[in-house]
């Protein structure tokens, strides 16, 4: 979603002696093909995976109640209500009661849902890979193998990149944990990057259908430039303990698995380069993920118990818990990396209910979400709590922000019609939880945490 360049101080020994003047990975020139010199990796089995099933395609799925409320409510916006295939707008609201035990009850209404259309999911895939890296650890089952163990990432193939540190944490170690932080607070490409480095498309994707996310198709890093084969190629990675100790090493791998072919085509021109090509761009073989998987993908995350077993990550209740933590940690809350105020506000991952908000957030609520935007298209997928006042919902929406139809050029309506909608829907489900009853008010604690500031 934003550039983030990673910096390294200087080759890691094995010791771990990190130098002290930071060097900066620039962007390099990616070859348009494969370099045959560089080193192929073996192929291995392929892993029997459930394809991406495109159904035939169905009307957009709509609840009375939802189109209602959002058509009474939403003023100046309705119209985006009354003609939402122009935007390709989507929208899941997730109603929450507590039984008498506090356990959640959900009761589901969707706004123009469907599964055949197509949007860039941008971001919002580095919420599944977090969690499938934080797995993927536990599943080693490796003494003194953790999140927090220094995640070495070597070179091993075309337009592969090195990294030996990360100034951003407090100890210069890389790790998935500093990852997964950096992905939730300011949505950090690189850190996606590495973690999809880390698992690889195969395991990824492999491990998505099987919870039943069907329309999962995370196939390439972010804002890298790269073949599908390079793609299809991730980097070595070793982890070793804070003395040296080599914990795990795991070679380069290179994902066999057939790409579910596919016709997403969007625009009516794009740029490629400097030049103007007319027709839509082919997003074919970009990222997927639907909206209604995502919802169900946030649903897991923090309400495990409640949905199948299937469906739930392999992870720990403390992992849980870091997650939670920096899903709703502001930037300026945060030590390690250091986010300056004037360029990360408070919401600057939040854009239901705060929209392009930069004054400073209330404590009394906060938004476990992830966000995503791209190619004109602008994700939220959040769960809202208001502590004070005893308010919990979720809340999740797709737009595509693109009046002129054309891609890659720059000009995108995120901040005259995206963000403001955004902000306006996320009010307008506050509004509506705000009045309406409830049979016993949430005990919301176990989702108070202690920020670093």
């Not at 991730?234 to 100790?245: I, L, R, W």
């Not at 990396?337 to 004037?342: A, E, G, K, L, T």
């Amino acid at each position: 979603m934003f550039t983030r360049i990673l910096t390294i101080s200087c080759f890691l020994s094995v010791s771990f002696l990190f130098c002290s003047s930071p060097r900066k990975i620039t962007a390099t020139t990616i070859p348009t093909s494969v370099d045959s010199s560089a080193p192929k990796s073996p192929n291995p089995p392929v892993m029997e995976v459930p394809p991406v099933i495109l159904a035939p395609v169905k009307p957009p799925r709509t609840d009375l109640f939802l189109a209602n409320l959002l058509k009474q409510q939403l003023g100046d916006f309705s119209a985006y209500i009354n003609q939402p295939d122009s935007l390709r707008l989507q929208i899941i609201y997730t109603k929450i009661d507590r039984s008498d035990a506090n356990k959640p009850i959900f009761t589901d209404y969707y706004f123009n849902v469907s599964a055949d259309q197509y949007f860039y999911p941008a971001s919002t895939v580095k919420m599944p890979v977090a969690l499938l890296a934080l797995q993927r650890l536990n599943e080693l089952k490796l003494p003194g193998l953790t999140k927090s163990s220094t995640m070495i990432t070597k070179a091993g193939y075309s337009a592969q990149n090195e990294v030996f540190n990360d100034p951003t944490a407090p100890d210069g170690r890389p790790s998935i944990a500093h990852y997964v932080k950096k992905i939730f607070l300011v949505s950090d490409n690189d850190a996606f990057n590495r973690l999809y480095e880390f698992l690889g498309p195969e395991y990824i994707n492999t491990n998505l259908r099987q919870m039943g996310y069907k329309s999962a198709a995370i196939q390439h890093r972010l804002e890298r430039f790269l073949t599908e084969d390079e793609n299809r190629h991730t980097n070595p990675v070793t982890f070793y303990d804070e003395t040296g100790k080599l914990l795990y090493d795991q070679p380069i791998q290179f994902n066999q698995q057939p790409y579910t072919e596919r016709n997403d085509k969007l625009g009516k021109g794009y740029y490629k380069g400097d030049k103007l090509l007319a027709g839509p761009m082919d997003f074919s073989f970009k990222n997927r993920l639907g909206l209604e998987d995502l919802h169900g993908i946030l649903k897991s995350i923090l309400f495990p118990n409640e949905v199948p077993e299937k469906q739930r990550f392999r992870v720990t209740a403390e992992d849980y818990k870091y997650v939670w933590k920096f899903m709703s940690q502001y930037p300026g809350e945060t030590f390690y990396p250091s986010y300056d105020r004037p360029d990360y506000w408070d919401a600057y991952c939040k854009f239901l209910y705060w929209g392009a908000t930069k004054e400073p957030l209330p404590k009394t609520m906060r938004i476990f979400n992830k966000v995503g935007d791209a190619y004109g298209f602008l994700i939220d997928a959040a769960y809202v709590v208001d502590f004070e006042k005893k308010i919990e919902f979720m809340l999740s929406a797709s737009m595509y922000c693109n009046s002129d139809g054309i891609l890659n050029d720059g000009k995108y309506d995120y901040d005259s019609i995206g963000l403001p909608f955004m902000k306006k829907l996320g009010r307008v489900i506050y509004e509506h939880e705000v009045t309406r009853k409830r049979g016993r008010m949430p005990d919301l604690s176990g989702f108070k945490m202690v920020y670093e500031k």
